[in-house]
C-alpha cells in the first residue's frame, strides 16, 4: 500500500527553488499523483505556475524512503501560489480540490500526513491576528471530510528573510504568523511545527531558494517519523540531503531519465539508443 501525503498551501509548498541549483532526486517508488493516478515523481512536483520548481516535498519523500526500504510513497501536490487562509476556506475551490485530490489518492494509497506551509499572505493588514483560529477551523473540516482525525499535519515556519525582501513592506507581520502556527502545534494533537531557521532565498527574498528547499523536507520528516516540534536547524541536514540525491539508481530509473531527456529533445535517436545499450 502507498503511503500518501497531501500537500497544500501557498508558493513555499509548491516549490520556487531553481532546478539547476540542486541534483534531481529519482526513485521509481516515490509518486506524484497526476489526474488521478500515480506516476514517477518528477520535478516541479506541483506544477501551479509556469515559475514552479523545487520543493520539499522530494526530499521528504527521500528521507522516508531512507527508513522504509521497500515501502512506496506518493505525494499529492494541491498547493497554490499567492493563496490565503480566506482561500483555503471549506467549501472554497481550493479546499474542495484538495479534498477531491486526496479522495482519489485514498483508492490506491494510505494518506499518511499532511503538509502545509502558507502564511505569507496573511503576514498584512492585521490578519496574523486571526491566522490561529482561521487555521484550526480549516484543518479541522479537512480532517472531517477525508476522515483523517489523527494523521500528522506539519507547517512550516515563514522564512525569517520576509520582512528584507524585495517584497519586504508587505510582510510586516510575519513573525506573528509564526507564531500562531507554532501555538497550534502546541495546542493541537498531532500537529507540529518546524522552524526555517537558517533557510535562504532566491533573489526575490520571498522564496526558498532549491538548497533550502532540500532542508527543510529533511525538517519535515524529522517532524513526521519523530511526531515532534522542530525548533532548531537538524544536525546533518546538508549530509542527509546528499544521502538523498546521491541514491544509486537502478537500470529502470537509468533508463526513464534517458527517455525523459530524448522526449525533452536533449539527445537524437541515436544517441539514446547507443546509451540505452550502455545500460545492458
Given at each position: 500500500m502507498i503511503k500518501s501525503f497531501l500537500m497544500i498551501g501557498q508558493s513555499n509548498m509548491g516549490g520556487r527553488g531553481y532546478l539547476k541549483d540542486v541534483k534531481p532526486i529519482v526513485d521509481e517508488k516515490i509518486s506524484m499523483l497526476v489526474n488521478g493516478r500515480w506516476q514517477i515523481m518528477t520535478e516541479p512536483i506541483n506544477f501551479d505556475r509556469p515559475t514552479s520548481g523545487v520543493g520539499l516535498a522530494a526530499s521528504f519523500a527521500g528521507a522516508w524512503r531512507l527508513k522504509h526500504e521497500d515501502g512506496q510513497i506518493g505525494l499529492i501536490p494541491c498547493a497554490d501560489g499567492g493563496s490565503s487562509l480566506d482561500d483555503w476556506a471549506a467549501g472554497g475551490p481550493l479546499f474542495d480540490h484538495a479534498v477531491l485530490q486526496a479522495k482519489l489518492a485514498l483508492r490506491t494509497s494510505q494518506v499518511d500526513g499532511i503538509l502545509w506551509h502558507q502564511g505569507e499572505n496573511d503576514s498584512m493588514a492585521g490578519r496574523s491576528a486571526v491566522y490561529y483560529g482561521k487555521l484550526s477551523v480549516i484543518v479541522k473540516a479537512l480532517r472531517e471530510e477525508l476522515n483523517l482525525p489523527d494523521v500528522p499535519f506539519i507547517a512550516g515556519g515563514l522564512g525569517t528573510f520576509l520582512?528584507?525582501?524585495?517584497y519586504g513592506q508587505y510582510?510586516?507581520?510575519?513573525?506573528?504568523?509564526?507564531?500562531?502556527?507554532?501555538?497550534y502545534a502546541e495546542t493541537t494533537?498531532?500537529?507540529?511545527?518546524?522552524?526555517?531557521?537558517?533557510l535562504t532565498a532566491n533573489a526575490d527574498g520571498l522564496h526558498f531558494d532549491a538548497v533550502s528547499l532540500r532542508k527543510f523536507g529533511i525538517r519535515y520528516f524529522e517532524a513526521y517519523h519523530k511526531r515532534t516540534n522542530v525548533w532548531t536547524p537538524l544536525p546533518g541536514e546538508s549530509e542527509m540531503v546528499s544521502v538523498v540525491e546521491?541514491?544509486?539508481?537502478n537500470q529502470a530509473e537509468k533508463r526513464m531519465l534517458l527517455e525523459i531527456g530524448f522526449g525533452r529533445g536533449e539527445m537524437t535517436l541515436s544517441e539514446l539508443e547507443e546509451k540505452l545499450t550502455a545500460l545492458k
Open positions: 520582512s528584507t525582501g524585495r510582510f510586516t507581520e510575519s513573525d506573528a504568523v509564526n507564531s500562531a502556527l507554532s501555538k494533537p498531532n500537529a507540529y511545527f518546524v522552524t526555517a531557521e537558517g546521491e541514491r544509486e539508481l
